[in-house]
């Protein structure tokens, strides 16, 4: 039977170390749904949404109080709109329609985001990939809770520096078609190198055409309780850090891995992967910074960072890959400047840059993310920080994204503050050194050599 | 049988374990085990129960629990056993 001590080590963690899940997404596959007509393919997609995830968020409630553990988010990832509207949609305006039909599906729900406005441009762009791309500022100024990625390049396919310099310019065009909001359309739009097809995580989740029909994906999360477990073996060598990682990270993924077969068993949706995930909130203690800081440094930023965070990020996959069947997503941990307060203070004074930020995307999950520059940027050095990333990964065979928000109207020194989740962000500055050129070239850049592995 | 665990946490004052037996009984709860301190005035209980007899669904418990909580000063969280069998056995 189960100890006293070990039932009031997990509410412990629960109350006091914030520890949750952070998200039941349900990926819904809409290629059933493909038709010539705009008018009733967005019928189609909204019927079939609302259809498979009635009962999503009661679910999810229901699973909350029954075991006590906070789900903070219920979400729904579809296949990417570029795929699934090929031949509905003719122009932008049609594909808006389609974002206004999805915000629409995620408000009867009841998810708090709808992933999957997206187009997979690795090698190419099609008409429809095109278009889509070039509705996007539109469609999140015009919605409040779809969420649009575009997968610029991959390990296989090199990098489609078109793509690269058409998101420049619409990262640009959001910010500017919100900027009333302090440029938030940009805060749900991710542009990624090697996007998994399972990620659960906004805003970068969508349906990937390799998956099912329908399945459930989790994340997980508790950089608290990560911390607070590194409080205890303060002044401790490597040894024993990384095993204490791992072992809080073997317990955070098994509450994952228990909600996330609950939730398939109730919805009757198959389970598809739990992402191990340390992705942080602004709430005090929250923060994967602090965890970095608990190591030993200074500040997040200091030298030995990287090493700090690429430790880190790999206890997290050791120690969760044993606690669930079946691991995916982004995997590892999250370093967003405004949901982290860690972050947002190392930042404000001084201690980190995003010349560090992008050192640190070579080990961590994903990449550069909800970093506030100024809003006079060009679109083509912001191409050329997406171009970087993407490089990364490529190189890498890892996922790289950007997240990145001109806040217009806003200059160094000023804030933006997002609210909830996305948390505040310090503008940061960004090398004024332009990359125009470089990225008016044109064509794509070829795969690695390591890609030949056939 | 359905094991529930239930947590009972808050100053300590007349009649808290009375109060949260009554319930149980009432509700035909089984109690299986009970751990209690106080440190400081701070009382602190963890109750290991079986839910299967009962008439009330998880739910309708877990709410009964958090009202009579209220109503004496102190916090109560009712939670199916799994979630700490999953987090501390492999």
Request: charged fraction near 20%.
């Amino acid at each position: 039977m189960i100890e006293f001590n070990e039932i009031l080590e997990t509410n412990k963690m629960i109350e006091e170390e914030k520890l949750d899940v952070r998200t039941i997404t349900m990926g819904i596959s809409l290629l059933e749904c493909a038709d010539t007509d705009i008018g009733k393919f967005n019928a189609k997609i909204y019927d079939r949404i609302t259809g498979l995830a009635e009962n999503l968020v009661k679910t999810g409630e229901e699973i909350e109080n029954e075991y006590g553990i906070p789900i903070v988010n219920k979400r729904i990832s579809v296949t990417p709109i570029a795929l699934a509207a090929g031949s509905a949609a003719k122009s932008p305006e049609d594909f808006v329609s389609i974002a206004r039909t999805l915000d629409r599906a995620a408000h009867t729900t009841g998810v708090n985001f709808l992933g999957g406005y997206s187009a997979l441009v690795s090698k190419g762009m099609t008409k429809a990939d095109r278009m889509l791309i070039e509705s996007i500022p539109e469609a999140l100024s015009a919605t409040e809770r779809v969420c649009s990625s575009v997968n610029v390049g991959s390990t296989r396919t090199g990098i489609d520096m078109d793509a690269v310099k058409l998101m420049g310019e619409m990262v640009k065009a959001t910010a500017e078609a919100t900027a009333e909001n302090d440029s938030l359309g940009c805060a749900k739009l991710v542009v990624f190198c090697n996007a998994p097809d399972d990620n659960p995580f906004m805003a970068g989740a969508f349906h990937g055409v390799t998956e099912g029909d329908a399945i459930i994906n989790v994340g997980v999360s508790g950089p608290g309780v990560v911390k607070t477990a590194l409080a205890g073996i303060h002044g401790e060598n490597f040894e024993v850090l990384c095993e204490t990682v791992k072992r809080t990270a073997f317990k955070i993924t098994r509450v994952g891995q228990l909600v996330a077969q609950e939730a398939s068993r109730r919805l009757g949706v198959p389970f598809g992967i739990i992402d191990l995930s340390l992705a942080p909130t602004p709430a005090v203690g929250d923060s994967v910074a602090g965890i970095l800081e608990e190591m030993g440094l200074e500040s997040v930023g200091a030298p030995g960072t990287t090493a700090a965070l690429a430790l880190l990020n790999d206890q997290v996959k050791k120690g969760g890959v044993m606690a669930s069947s079946y691991v995916g997503g982004l995997s590892g941990a999250f370093i967003p400047v405004s949901e982290d307060q860690g972050m947002i203070d190392a930042v404000e004074k001084g201690a980190l840059t995003i010349e560090k930020l992008e050192a640190m995307t070579c080990v961590c999950s994903v990449g550069l993310d909800m970093i506030a520059i100024p809003g006079d940027v060009p679109a083509s050095t912001i191409a050329g920080i997406i171009a970087d990333e993407a490089a990364i990964g490529m190189v890498n065979n890892k996922t790289t994204a950007v997240r990145i928000i001109p806040v217009i109207g806003k200059g160094i020194g000023e804030k933006v503050e997002f609210g909830g989740l996305l948390g505040y962000a310090p503008i940061m500055p960004v090398n004024r050194y332009g990359c125009s050129e470089f990225i008016a070239r044109g064509g794509r850049i070829p795969a690695p050599i390591h890609s030949f592995k056939n | 049988m359905q094991r529930t665990i239930i947590t009972v946490t808050g100053k300590d004052t007349v009649g808290i374990i009375a109060s949260v037996c009554t319930y149980l009984a009432d509700n035909q709860v089984n109690i299986l085990n009970i751990s209690q301190t106080i440190v400081d005035g701070f009382f602190n209980m963890v109750m290991v129960v079986d839910v299967s007899a009962s008439p009330k669904s998880h739910g309708e418990l877990a709410g009964g629990l958090s009202e009579i909580g209220e109503k004496i000063g102190v916090k109560i969280l009712c939670q199916k056993e799994e979630i700490f069998t999953k987090m501390h056995r492999v």
